[in-house]
Structures are given as structure tokens and as C-alpha cells.
């Protein structure tokens, strides 16, 4: 019997293989399917996001590339623009004052520069008399020697200085932009007196910094130049005469406190540069006073990128100022631009060239090139107070050779030619 279904069951077996080869097919496929191990999937890397060491840094800027790379600003800077009664004398013919020939000849210094700046050291008041000779009185000296007092004459007053209108013509047709005010014959004829100066320079159209008609007229003077903004700020530590505590906002007299506030104000307002002229020092010496020195160095730790020195009616030492930021170049003064001062000392003077370039790339302006070209302001065949510019060029033409030759030297050994090269 067993036998019989062993057998039966075998038969079934074979018969159903032979029937249905798909059946063999679904029961391989299920085993295969069992047999295949599970494949894990790699997950795409995360991308991480650039991020600034500096969470709260300004990104780089993008250059423009309808910029070029750089631009440039060249900037030429003058002295003590006075009038005195000399210059006055010199000038007057037929009724007029005319005083074109004393600039001619550094016109075309000047009006090349992208912008061109100055002490103007006198005012332009109608209402008050012009510059007015100077007055003398005898004082008796007693030598501290021991030997005996003797009497000579003295000037009895500083003088007060007023210009007629075309001696501002003739600065503004000459090629000066910007003329600072801030100095010690700000107030020789009062309140009045700024107050007509400042409607004259407006009236020019200049530029104009250190003193003021109106509380409401100081403000940051920023000049924007070739795609730079050059702050300028003026003070003076010295004045003839004092003004009272009701006209004290009418002139920038040198305070820390505030010349550190008008930097910073002018860096609100955009400068990228600034400079600062400072009226200062004793008159008729080359020598720096330590005072000078430390006021320096207040004003470049202040912020001043470059320092102008007026008021010794000289020239005195081309120098730097190390700070936190680098070397700051001052010229501790740049002289008598143009008088009728007598002295040797008091004629030799500088036109100070300064190029500053900009990189559109980060912003950053810097000084490209510092130079200077002396000047010599003498009488000549035109007039006797005439500016002329001692470079070898000129010197090779001129009638005047030697007397410029001299100057040349001796404005170089004050300067020196470290800090900036004379041209």
C-alpha cells in the first residue's frame, strides 16, 4: 500500500512539471527575491553654506568693471595769502588796485591742480579801511648782557588786514578752490568784518573753512574731486584779538576737544582724506616749538591724513607723525605765499603737491606722490610782489636766476627732501 501512494505521489510530481514550467518560474523568482540582501541608499552631501569668520562683516565689494581700477586727485597747497600795505601801494594805479601780475607766473601750477587751496590771511570789508602802514613807537631795550640800554623803534600794533575786492578776483582767477580763514587777523575789523569776508567768498564761489558769519554756516567742508571726498578742517591757536563769548562759534580757535569732533564730523560726511591747516608757531624763525610738536601729533592721532602749518611767515621742516595708522606727513609751515614782509626769511616759500589715488576695488585713498616746488616772491619788471616758482625749468629762463637759485637752496635745506621731494 505504501508503496502504491509513494508511487501516485511521484507520478502527480512529474506530470505537474511537465504542465506548468511558470509555476517553477514564480517559485525561483520568490527565492531569489529572499536572497537578495537590502541595498541602503547614500544620502546626497549636505551643502553648507559660505559663511564669514566674521559673522557681521560687510561682504567684498563687487568691482564695477566700467571702472577703471584707480582714480587720482592732485592737489596743490599754499601758504599765507596776505595784503599788506606794501602790496596794497604796489597794486594801486589810476583809481584801481590790480593785482594779476603777482600770480602770473604760478598760474599754471596752480590752475593745473584738480584742486588747489590756501591761507587766506586777510579780509575783504568794505565798510573798513584797507591795510594800513605800520605804526612805530620808540622802546628802550636794556640788553641782558649788562651792557647799555639803547632806544630803537618798535611796531606799535600788529596790523589789521583788509583787502579790496580784486585782490580776491585775482586769487580766484589764479586757480584757487578752497581758502581756509581760521588765523590771527580773523578778527581785525570785528564780527562785521567776517561777515562781509564770508559773503565776498561766496559770492566767488570758493570753498571756505575756519570762520563763520553764522553758527549755522559751520559745517563739515568736504570737497567731492575726481570720485574723492577731501575733508578740510582750519584752526588757529593764535588771535590778535579776542572774540567774545557771544561771537566765539565765528572763529575755529585750536581746541582738542573740538578739532577731534570736526575730523569726525567730516569722516561722517564722507571725507576719505582729510586735512587740516593749523595756524600756529612763532613768526620769523625756522625753529619748531615743542608746542607745535606735541599739537602735531594730537591732531594726527585725531585723524588728520596730512598736516598744514601756517603763521611763522616762513618756511619750517617737512616732517611725519607716527601714529596707530601709519606715518601722517606735516609741514610745520609753508611760508609766506605772497607779502611785501621785508626779510629774506619771509620771501621764500612752497607750493606743496600732493596726489592721492583711490582703488575702486576696497575704497581705500592713499597718498600716491608728495612733493614740493619753492617759490620766491620778489620784485620784478611786472611788479614788485610777484610769486615766482623756483624749479630748475624756470630758473633756466629766467632773468631772475640767481636770486631764485638761492631761494631754491634755501628752502630745501629748511624742508628737507626726505618727507617729499622738491621738483
Same mark, same amino acid.
Given at each position: 500500500?505504501?508503496?502504491?501512494?509513494?508511487?501516485? &505521489?511521484?507520478?502527480?510530481?512529474?506530470? $505537474?512539471? $511537465?504542465?506548468?514550467?511558470?509555476?517553477?518560474?514564480?517559485?525561483?523568482?520568490?527565492? /531569489?527575491?529572499?536572497?537578495?540582501?537590502?541595498?541602503?541608499?547614500?544620502?546626497?552631501?549636505?551643502?553648507?553654506? =559660505?559663511?564669514?569668520?566674521?559673522? @557681521?562683516? *560687510?561682504?567684498?565689494?563687487?568691482?564695477?568693471?566700467?571702472?577703471?581700477?584707480?582714480?587720482?586727485?592732485?592737489?596743490?597747497?599754499?601758504?599765507?595769502?596776505?595784503?599788506?600795505?606794501?602790496?596794497?601801494?604796489?597794486?594801486? =594805479?589810476?583809481?584801481?588796485?590790480?593785482?594779476?601780475?603777482?600770480?602770473?607766473?604760478?598760474?599754471?601750477?596752480?590752475?593745473?591742480?584738480?584742486? %588747489?587751496?590756501?591761507?587766506?590771511?586777510?579780509?575783504?570789508?568794505? =565798510?573798513?579801511?584797507?591795510?594800513?602802514?605800520?605804526?612805530?613807537?620808540?622802546?628802550? /631795550?636794556?640788553?641782558?648782557?649788562?651792557?647799555?640800554?639803547?632806544?630803537?623803534?618798535?611796531?606799535?600794533?600788529?596790523?589789521? +588786514?583788509?583787502?579790496?575786492?580784486?585782490?580776491?578776483?585775482?586769487?580766484?582767477?589764479?586757480?584757487?578752490?578752497?581758502?581756509?580763514?581760521?588765523?590771527?587777523?580773523?578778527?581785525?575789523?570785528?564780527?562785521?568784518?567776517?561777515? *562781509?569776508?564770508?559773503?565776498?567768498?561766496?559770492?566767488?564761489?570758493?570753498?571756505?573753512?575756519? =570762520?563763520?558769519? +553764522?553758527?549755522?554756516?559751520?559745517?563739515?567742508?568736504?570737497?567731492?574731486?575726481?570720485?574723492?571726498?577731501?575733508?578740510?578742517?582750519?584752526?588757529?591757536?593764535?588771535?590778535?584779538?579776542?572774540?567774545?563769548?557771544?561771537?566765539?562759534?565765528?572763529?575755529?580757535?585750536?581746541?582738542?576737544?573740538?578739532?577731534?569732533?570736526?575730523?569726525?564730523?567730516? !569722516?561722517?560726511?564722507?571725507?576719505?582724506?582729510?586735512?587740516?591747516?593749523?595756524? @600756529?608757531?612763532?613768526?620769523?624763525?625756522?625753529?619748531?616749538?615743542?608746542?607745535?610738536?606735541?599739537?602735531?601729533?594730537? /591732531?594726527?592721532?585725531?585723524?588728520?591724513?596730512?598736516?598744514?602749518? #601756517?603763521?611763522?611767515?616762513?618756511?619750517? %621742516?617737512?616732517?611725519?607723525?607716527?601714529?596707530?595708522?601709519?606715518?601722517?606727513?606735516?609741514?610745520?609751515?609753508?611760508?609766506?605765499? &605772497?607779502?611785501?614782509?621785508?626779510?629774506?626769511?619771509?620771501?621764500?616759500?612752497?607750493?606743496?603737491?600732493?596726489? +592721492?589715488? !583711490? #582703488?575702486?576695488?576696497?575704497?581705500?585713498?592713499?597718498?600716491?606722490? $608728495?612733493?614740493?616746488?619753492?617759490? $620766491?616772491?620778489?620784485?620784478?619788471?611786472?611788479?614788485?610782489?610777484?610769486?615766482?616758482?623756483? %624749479?630748475?625749468?624756470?630758473?633756466?629762463?629766467?632773468?631772475?636766476?640767481?636770486?631764485?637759485?638761492?631761494?631754491?637752496?634755501?628752502? /630745501?635745506?629748511?624742508?628737507?627732501?626726505?618727507?617729499?621731494?622738491?621738483?
Amino acid at each position: 500500500m505504501k508503496n502504491a501512494l509513494f508511487a501516485l &505521489i511521484c507520478i502527480v510530481a512529474a506530470v $505537474l512539471m $511537465l504542465l506548468s514550467p511558470q509555476m517553477n518560474t514564480v517559485f525561483m523568482a520568490a527565492d /531569489i527575491e529572499e536572497e537578495v540582501p537590502e541595498v541602503t541608499k547614500t544620502p546626497e552631501p549636505v551643502q553648507t553654506p =559660505s559663511v564669514s569668520l566674521i559673522p @557681521w562683516a *560687510e561682504p567684498e565689494p563687487t568691482p564695477d568693471p566700467t571702472l577703471p581700477p584707480t582714480t587720482t586727485l592732485n592737489i596743490a597747497a599754499v601758504g599765507d595769502l596776505m595784503c599788506l600795505y606794501g602790496q596794497l601801494t604796489s597794486a594801486h =594805479s589810476a583809481g584801481k588796485y590790480v593785482f594779476d601780475e603777482c600770480f602770473a607766473q604760478v598760474e599754471p601750477i596752480l590752475s593745473s591742480a584738480d584742486l %588747489t587751496i590756501g591761507n587766506f590771511e586777510t579780509l575783504i570789508a568794505e =565798510s573798513f579801511p584797507y591795510t594800513k602802514a605800520n605804526s612805530y613807537t620808540e622802546k628802550t /631795550i636794556t640788553p641782558s648782557d649788562g651792557s647799555e640800554p639803547y632806544t630803537t623803534s618798535v611796531r606799535a600794533e600788529n596790523p589789521r +588786514l583788509n583787502a579790496p575786492e580784486s585782490y580776491l578776483r585775482a586769487v580766484a582767477d589764479c586757480g584757487f578752490d578752497v581758502l581756509v580763514t581760521a588765523n590771527n587777523h580773523a578778527f581785525d575789523r570785528g564780527s562785521e568784518g567776517i561777515i *562781509e569776508t564770508m559773503s565776498k567768498l561766496d559770492e566767488y564761489g570758493m570753498y571756505h573753512t575756519g =570762520s563763520y558769519a +553764522l553758527a549755522q554756516d559751520k559745517v563739515p567742508l568736504v570737497v567731492n574731486r575726481n570720485g574723492i571726498k577731501v575733508g578740510v578742517v582750519s584752526y588757529t591757536d593764535i588771535s590778535n584779538k579776542k572774540p567774545g563769548s557771544s561771537e566765539a562759534y565765528m572763529l575755529d580757535r585750536y581746541n582738542e576737544e573740538l578739532l577731534t569732533v570736526d575730523i569726525e564730523a567730516a !569722516k561722517q560726511a564722507g571725507a576719505e582724506f582729510v586735512m587740516v591747516y593749523i595756524h @600756529w608757531g612763532n613768526s620769523n624763525t625756522h625753529k619748531v616749538t615743542s608746542r607745535q610738536k606735541k599739537m602735531a601729533q594730537f /591732531i594726527a592721532d585725531a585723524g588728520a591724513d596730512i598736516i598744514f602749518g #601756517s603763521h611763522a611767515h616762513c618756511t619750517q %621742516t617737512f616732517d611725519t607723525v607716527e601714529t596707530q595708522r601709519g606715518s601722517v606727513p606735516v609741514i610745520y609751515s609753508m611760508g609766506n605765499f &605772497i607779502s611785501s614782509m621785508g626779510r629774506t626769511i619771509n620771501k621764500d616759500s612752497v607750493i606743496v603737491n600732493l596726489v +592721492l589715488e !583711490k #582703488s575702486y576695488a576696497d575704497g581705500a585713498v592713499n597718498i600716491k606722490e $608728495l612733493t614740493y616746488i619753492p617759490t $620766491l616772491c620778489r620784485a620784478t619788471s611786472e611788479g614788485d610782489y610777484v610769486i615766482l616758482p623756483a %624749479t630748475p625749468e624756470y630758473i633756466e629762463t629766467s632773468p631772475y636766476a640767481s636770486s631764485l637759485e638761492k631761494s631754491r637752496s634755501r628752502t /630745501i635745506d629748511v624742508l628737507g627732501e626726505t618727507v617729499a621731494a622738491p621738483i
